[in-house]
Every structure is written in structure tokens, then in C-alpha cells.
T-cell receptor, first 114, second 114 residues
């Protein structure tokens, strides 16, 4: 089945640091990938839709200058949390799928900002 | 606003019993319906998907769809303690729809007691 790889799986860093998370489709090409955030014991929240070769589409309330998304190739999307602060600590998950197939999720990145 | 509703639970069943998870959705034009399982601290994993009215079976899992009632359910037969997780219902406005965002319910926490 479709495999989506996410890296790193865990990040701990100081407040003010920028953190980059990678999402790769390993055995298929993905023109669209999705980025979610999940706080403890809460549901998934879609942050943005990453579109290969064009600007990402952000959900209402998500700061595009805070969460930079780049989808430069058909197999890689990156999410950069700029100048991260403790309130940005969360579980970040990406998803993607081959054409007309269900979405599959990466293993997620747990971000802890001290 | 498209909405997907799930009973948050927790739903508790004894080992070996049938667990029944329910989901309703507001957008009558929805075409694709998915069930994801999420273990605590992990990312969601696709369990089942269904596009047409009726039942779809895969091993111990059966997805049931009734578009007229805007209702989709997941039955888990012979429930095992390892089935204990949060089950997320997701809906899409197109069939398959790899390039379209899913609308998720908040999830139902299932506990299977040995």
C-alpha cells in the first residue's frame, strides 16, 4: 500500500527556533499533501493543503507566515514552524495518497518547544 | 459548513463482543467515507473505506453506509483488547479524492476489556 514517511519523529528545541518537518511519499507521486496538527486528547485539525508547484492553501485561523509550506517536488512537502514558541508544541501529521486512493498518514512529528 | 458527528465515547465492550461505531454527516453530496484507527500517541491508520450504499466487509471489520440517512458505521466483530483505540470517521466530497481534503469527526474512543 501507499507509504508516507515523515521526518523527524520527535523534535525538542528552544523557543525562537525554526523547525522543519518533511513529508515524503515513498512509492507514489503526490500533487497534494495535507498537514494536520493534533493537541493531546483532541481531534485532528487540518492546517493546510500543500500543492506541488504552487502556494499552499491554509485553513482559516492558521498563520501562513508562521507555518511555511513548500511542496517543491511530487514526493516531498515540508512544513517549517518559524520562531516556534511553547504554544506551538503539538503532534504534526501529514497525509497523502496516490490518485483516487484513500489518504494515508505519516507517522507524525512530535514537537516540543521549551 | 460540512460536519461529521461521532459519539466521543468511551465505548466499552467485552473481549469477543461486537463493537459498533457510528457516524453521521451533514453534506448530502458526500461520496467517500473512511474509518481510521488511532492509537494513543500514534498517527491515524486507514481501516476501511466505502463508496456505495450497503455493507463492505474486510476480515473482522464491516463498514455500513446509508446515504439516504447520511449515516456510516463500523462494526468490529470478535473485538480484541488490541482494538482499543480512537476511531475516526472521515468524509470526502468526491470518490477517492486524493487531492481533496477530508472532513473528520472528533473520534470515538473504544475500549475492549479482557
Amino acid at each position: 500500500g501507499a507509504v508516507v514517511s515523515q521526518h523527524p519523529s520527535w523534535v525538542i528545541c528552544k523557543s525562537g527556533t525554526s523547525v522543519k518537518i518533511e513529508c515524503r511519499s515513498l512509492d507514489f507521486q503526490a500533487t497534494t499533501m495535507f498537514w494536520y496538527r493534533q493537541f493531546p486528547k483532541q481531534s485532528l485539525m487540518l492546517m493546510a493543503t500543500s500543492n506541488e508547484g504552487s502556494k499552499a492553501t491554509y485553513e482559516q485561523g492558521v498563520e501562513k507566515d508562521k507555518f511555511l509550506i513548500n511542496h517543491a517536488s511530487l514526493t516531498l512537502s515540508t512544513l517549517t514552524v518559524t520562531s516556534a514558541h511553547p504554544e506551538d508544541s503539538s503532534f504534526y501529521i501529514c497525509s497523502a495518497s496516490p490518485n483516487n486512493q484513500p489518504q494515508h498518514f505519516g507517522d507524525g512529528t512530535r514537537l516540543s518547544i521549551l | 459548513q460540512k460536519e461529521v458527528e461521532q459519539n466521543s465515547g468511551p465505548l466499552s465492550v467485552p473481549e469477543g463482543a461486537i463493537a459498533s461505531l457510528n457516524c453521521t454527516y451533514s453534506d448530502r453530496g458526500s461520496q467517500s467515507f473512511f474509518w481510521y484507527r488511532q492509537y494513543s500517541g500514534k498517527s491515524p491508520e486507514l481501516i476501511m473505506f466505502i463508496y456505495s450504499n450497503g455493507d463492505k466487509e474486510d476480515g473482522r471489520f464491516t463498514a455500513q453506509l446509508n446515504k439516504a440517512s447520511q449515516y456510516v458505521s463500523l462494526l468490529i466483530r470478535d473485538s480484541q483488547p488490541s482494538d482499543s483505540a480512537t476511531y475516526l470517521c472521515a468524509v470526502n466530497g468526491v470518490r477517492g479524492g486524493s487531492n481533496y481534503k477530508l472532513t473528520f469527526g472528533k473520534g470515538t474512543l473504544l475500549t475492549v476489556n479482557p
